[in-house]
C-alpha cells in the first residue's frame, strides 16, 4: 500500500486561528522540520526560552544551591526558591507546600512512601483506578507488598471509569468505607482525556480520607488549583507542561506535614540525628534530599512564565477547538472506534486528547504509516497496566498543544480516512 499526506488544506479557519502565526516559530524543535507533532501526552515541545534557561544554568556560574556562601551558590538557591514561589502561585498552594521531584511518578512514590507507610495500618483500604497511568498504580501495588513484609495488610480496591473516560463516581463512592484512607485519581486522563475533579464527594466522606490527584496531564493545560480539587497530595511533570525532563512537583497539603517521613534522608534533606534515630525537620526539604535538578527546576521556572504569558484559559480553548475538530473529523471514517473521552460527551468538550482504533490495522502499525506521512502519534498500551485492562492496548492517542493549529488536525483526520479506505 501506498500512501500520500494531503496538501495543506489551510482555510479561513487556519486564518483565523489566533496563535497559528505567532507560536510555532518559539518552538526550534518545530521550526527545523515539517512533521506535525501530535503526541504532547508524552511530553511537551521545549520553548527557546526554556532551552536557553538550561544552557545558560551548564554554561555560566554553575554551581550547587543550598551549600555555599559564596555569590554563585547563594544566587541559585534564591533562584530556587523563587521558582518554588511562582509554582506555589501557579496551583493555588503555599511555598511550603511545593516539593520539587524528579517527576511524577516519583513523587506519588513519596505518597506511598513517605505519608502512606507511616500512616495506614492493618486493614486499611487505598481506592485506585486500573486504567489509570502506571505511575498512579504501581506505587500502591508496591507499599501494599512493603507493608505485608511488616504483618501488614492493606486492601487496593478498584474503581470503574465511565464511558466518558471519567472515574465512574457512583462506583467509586460505593466503594468507600470506614478503613479508607486515600483516593488515588487521575486529573485529566492521559488517554481518555477526561477531567475528573471528585467535586461530587465533598461533604459526603469522611475529611480524614486523603485525596491525591495526578496532574500530569492538566498541569499547563488548564488552570489547576489545589484548594478547589480539595486535595491532599497533587504531583506535576514540568517536562509535560514546557518544561525539562526529570523535573517534577508534588503538592503536599500543610495539614499532612505532621504525618510524613523522611523521604531520601541524606544530605539537603532537612533530618537530624538523635539517640533515637531520624528527627523529621520542616517541609518541603524534608522530602527534597540531595542535590536538586537545579536546571530542571529553573527551566521549570521559565516554563511557568511561557504559560503564564500564553494564559491558560487561552491553551484550554486551543486544545478543546482542536479537539472538537479532530472528533468531528475522524467521526464518519468506517471502522474507526473512539476509546472513552470526549467523543462520548453530549456536549462539546475536550483537553487536547483523543485515542481511537482502526479495524484492519493495528495501532503500532498505523502510527508507522502517519509517521512517515509527518504525522507523529502515540501507539500502544498508552503506560497502563496492560494486566489490569487490556481492552486499552493497542489504541492511537492523539493529544494537542497551543503550537497546533486547525490546518494540521484537518490534514491528519485526511490521512487517516484515507488509510481507512485501503484496510478496510
Known amino acids: ?167 465512574d463516581f457512583e462506583d467509586l463512592f460505593a466503594r468507600i468505607t470506614a478503613r479508607t484512607r486515600l483516593v488515588a485519581v487521575s486529573h485529566l486522563h492521559h488517554v481518555f482525556g477526561a477531567l475528573t475533579t471528585l467535586e461530587e464527594l465533598r461533604g459526603r466522606i469522611d475529611p480524614g480520607i486523603a485525596l491525591c490527584f495526578d496532574c500530569s496531564q492538566s498541569g499547563g493545560h488548564i488552570p489547576v488549583r489545589v484548594q478547589e480539587l480539595d486535595a491532599d497530595f497533587a504531583v506535576f511533570s514540568a517536562h509535560k507542561m514546557f518544561g525539562a525532563p526529570g523535573t517534577g512537583v508534588l503538592y503536599c497539603r500543610r495539614r499532612r506535614h505532621g504525618e510524613l517521613a523522611p523521604f531520601l534522608p541524606g544530605g539537603n534533606s532537612a533530618v537530624s540525628l538523635d539517640d533515637s534515630g531520624l528527627l523529621a525537620g520542616p517541609m518541603p526539604q524534608l522530602l527534597e534530599g540531595g542535590t536538586h535538578n537545579i536546571p530542571g527546576i529553573l527551566a521549570l521556572g521559565t516554563a511557568l512564565q511561557v504559560l503564564e504569558e500564553f494564559g491558560l484559559d487561552t491553551i484550554r480553548s486551543h486544545n478543546r477547538a482542536l479537539t472538537q475538530r479532530l472528533i468531528t473529523g475522524l467521526r464518519p471514517i468506517p471502522g474507526l472506534e473512539f476509546l472513552p473521552g470526549p467523543a462520548h460527551a453530549s456536549c462539546e468538550t475536550g483537553y487536547g486528547i483523543v485515542s481511537f482504533t482502526l479495524a484492519g490495522i493495528s495501532a503500532t502499525d498505523l502510527g508507522f504509516v502517519l509517521s512517515e506521512l509527518g504525522f507523529l502519534v502515540r501507539t500502544g498500551a498508552h503506560c497502563i497496566p496492560t494486566d489490569n485492562s487490556p481492552a486499552d492496548e493497542d489504541s492511537v492517542r492523539v493529544s494537542t498543544h497551543l503550537y497546533n493549529t486547525l490546518d494540521e488536525i484537518d490534514r491528519f483526520t485526511e490521512c487517516v480516512a484515507t488509510i481507512a479506505e485501503e484496510v478496510t
Open 1 to 167: 500500500m501506498r500512501f500520500s499526506a494531503p496538501a495543506s488544506t489551510a482555510g479561513p479557519d487556519a486564518a483565523r486561528d489566533p496563535v497559528r502565526p505567532v507560536v510555532r516559530h518559539l518552538f526550534p524543535a518545530l521550526g527545523e522540520t515539517t512533521d506535525v507533532y501530535l503526541d504532547s501526552a508524552s511530553t511537551t515541545q521545549k520553548p527557546a526560552a526554556v532551552i536557553s534557561t538550561v544552557h545558560r544554568y551548564h554554561s555560566s556560574r554553575t554551581a550547587n544551591a543550598g551549600r555555599g556562601t559564596y555569590p554563585w551558590a547563594g544566587s541559585l538557591t534564591r533562584e530556587i526558591e523563587t521558582v518554588r514561589e511562582r509554582m506555589a502561585a501557579f496551583i493555588g498552594a503555599e511555598p511550603d507546600e511545593v516539593v520539587f521531584t524528579g517527576g511524577a511518578t516519583a513523587g506519588l512514590n513519596a505518597v506511598a512512601l513517605s505519608w502512606a507507610l507511616t500512616n495506614l495500618r492493618d486493614g486499611d483500604e487505598i481506592l485506585y483506578s486500573p486504567r489509570d497511568h502506571a505511575s498512579n498504580v504501581y506505587p500502591w501495588q508496591h507499599l501494599r507488598r512493603i507493608l505485608h513484609g511488616f504483618g501488614r495488610t492493606i486492601r487496593l480496591t478498584p474503581y470503574r471509569v465511565n464511558a466518558l473516560g471519567e472515574a
